[in-house]
């Protein structure tokens, strides 16, 4: 077999190929998203556990795992998310019960100034090219007494796939990520004086480089900022795998590490 991982490359700006890349993942979304349900659940503690009668918008929302979360709490939810079959996926397994559900783009929300008491957004954020954009439409959509919460990936995240990929060729596999002081202009730029940051460090290990490549593909995120080369070869795989052996550790586990931003704004 010579043609084993479609990595699909395309332009910063295309939302629509974002979409889509998220919209092939729905189906397996689930079964690979461990480390976006630690991230998640981290981001929930930092609101109430009773959110009877208050409105909260769930964006980004995928298959809808945290909308409903927010639903057990008792909370009216808004799901938003740019694929629209991440959409069907949170409606399946939510229902219409306090639930609503609207195709949109984090940088143009399409609702009314004030409209939440909660905005929670979880590893969405890393897909807008300028941050403040999305942290200024999410105040918008909040009321004067209520909370952002929302998580995004950070400069220094895999870099072991980074660095892996680096000996083997010169394409970007990778997509960069801000730094935690861009995450600080943009707050300021997008007017959150009121906030505060979390920075963890997450690592998820794996038996090989290629489950985390297959981890990668299930959640939809083979949407890397560069040129596209089109298929991954075989052959490839396999020098990755040989390259990753390097960061392996005394059980014989591959590291996967994450630079994690938790960041809570409240109006």
Known sequence: MERALDVDLFSQNDKTAIADA???????YDAHAAFQRDVGHRLLDLIPLDLTGRTVLDLGCGTGYF???LQQRGAKVTCVDLSAEMLQA???RCGTDNMTYQQGDAEQLPFAS???DYVFSSLALQWCDDLSIPLKEMRRVTNESGRIVFSTLLDGSLFELRRSWSKIDSYQHVNDFITT???KIALAQSGCSNHRLDLPSITV???????????LKGIGANHVNGRSHG???RKALLNLEREYQTFKNHQGLLPATYQVCLGVINR
Do not use: C
């Open 22 to 28: 998220f919209g092939k993942a729905a189906a397996t």
């Open 67 to 69: 909308s409903q979360v």
């Open 90 to 92: 949170a409606k399946s």
């Open 114 to 116: 004030g409209r939440f």
């Open 181 to 183: 002081n861009q995450v």
């Open 205 to 215: 290990w794996y038996d090989t480089a290629f489950s985390l490549m297959r981890d």
């Open 231 to 233: 298929l991954t070869s």
